[in-house]
């Protein structure tokens, strides 16, 4: 029954441990939709809220001086102490079907940016602290960033994702579109060097240079044959790919005396 209330199909959410603990979002009601567990012994440490979770992950981050856990489920956005999952603050971020999936972008240290595809878009949140109360309030909001189910990243002011299909570059402190360019599907990104590097869904990788200037893409081959969905990573100068057919390495690393 699709409609039968608090019923999970999957967690997708990865742990993060936090000292000697780790907390997972199996969603669900009963205080215990997040929980946190002792990694050496197994023991439930506590749980918190009864929220269904998204895809979104649970990351730590510092805002309005305070460190803190921060949680996308699919109806809202929210600080948690990692100590005991106190909620600390909370923004109501409701998409279809409950379908978050990236990740929230700190933007400094009193403002995080989260987005959503399902025609919801993004938003600039600001979160502040007087006499020890959280409040948070919207700086901007618009519907130029809807990140399907990669994330954005954050370099020199400026957030760069791909808005759908289409690599985006916005303005952090307003939200202005300073360009829109090249058509990578429902691709991955990562932020390296000054450049962004994107995994395409056809399997092909693109070099496109961080600026605002302009949508700048250097380079661009195939890496990967079929659908291609999977998050690239960067180790020790490697840029590791995958989808469900097959994986690649390429060796990123300066040539001696070059």
Same mark, same amino acid.
């Given at each position: 029954d699709n409609d039968a209330p608090n019923v999970q199909w999957g967690m997708?959410?990865?742990?993060?441990?936090?000292?000697?603990?780790?907390?997972?979002?199996?969603?669900?009601?009963?205080?215990?939709?997040?929980?946190?567990?002792?990694?050496?012994?197994?023991?439930?440490?506590?749980?918190?809220?009864?929220?269904?979770?998204?895809?979104?992950?649970?990351?730590?981050?510092?805002?309005?001086?305070?460190?803190?856990?921060?949680?996308?489920?699919?109806?809202?956005?929210?600080?948690?102490?990692?100590?005991?999952?106190?909620?600390?603050?909370?923004?109501?971020?409701?998409?279809?079907?409950?379908?978050?999936?990236?990740?929230?972008?700190?933007?400094?240290?009193?403002?995080?940016?989260?987005?959503?595809?399902?025609?919801?878009?993004?938003?600039?949140?600001?979160?502040?602290?007087?006499?020890?109360?959280?409040?948070?309030?919207?700086?901007?909001?618009?519907?130029?960033?809807?990140?399907?189910?990669?994330?954005? =990243? !954050?370099?020199? @002011? &400026? #957030?760069?994702? %791909?808005? *759908?299909?289409?690599?985006?570059? /916005?303005?952090? $402190? +307003?939200?202005?579109?300073?360009?829109?360019?090249?058509?990578?599907?429902?691709?991955?990104? =990562? !932020?390296?060097? @000054? &450049? #962004?590097?994107? %995994?395409? *869904?056809?399997?092909?990788?693109? /070099?496109?240079? $961080? +600026?605002?200037?302009?949508?700048?893409?250097?380079?661009?081959?195939?890496?990967?044959?079929?659908?291609?969905?999977?998050?690239?990573?960067?180790a020790d100068g490697y840029l590791l790919v995958r989808n469900l057919q097959?994986?690649?390495?390429?060796?990123?690393?300066?040539?001696?005396?070059?």
């Open positions: 997708s959410a990865a742990p993060l441990g936090v000292g000697d603990a780790v907390m997972v979002l199996p969603g669900g009601s009963d205080g215990r939709s997040i929980v946190a567990y002792d990694r050496r012994s197994g023991d439930r440490r506590w749980t918190a809220e009864n929220d269904q979770s998204a895809y979104s992950s649970p990351m730590i981050a510092t805002l309005a001086g305070t460190r803190q856990m921060v949680v996308l489920t699919a109806t809202r956005l929210m600080g948690l102490t990692p100590g005991k999952g106190e909620l600390l603050w909370q923004y109501p971020w409701v998409t279809h079907m409950g379908i978050n999936a990236s990740q929230p972008l700190i933007v400094s240290d009193s403002r995080i940016f989260v987005s959503s595809s399902y025609g919801v878009g993004a938003a600039l949140l600001e979160v502040t602290r007087e006499k020890g109360t959280f409040n948070v309030r919207e700086v901007w909001r618009n519907n130029r960033m809807k990140n399907r189910f990669t994330s954005s =990243v !954050l370099h020199e @002011g &400026h #957030i760069y994702g %791909l808005d *759908e299909s289409i690599l985006t570059c /916005l303005d952090a $402190a +307003t939200g202005d579109v300073k360009w829109k360019g090249g058509r990578y599907g429902y691709g991955q990104i =990562v !932020l390296a060097s @000054g &450049h #962004i590097i994107v %995994l395409a *869904e056809d399997g092909d990788v693109a /070099l496109v240079r $961080a +600026t605002p200037a302009r949508h700048e893409e250097i380079s661009r081959f195939s890496v990967l044959a079929g659908k291609t969905w999977n998050h690239p990573a960067l097959e994986m690649a390495a390429f060796d990123l690393r300066p040539k001696a005396g070059r």
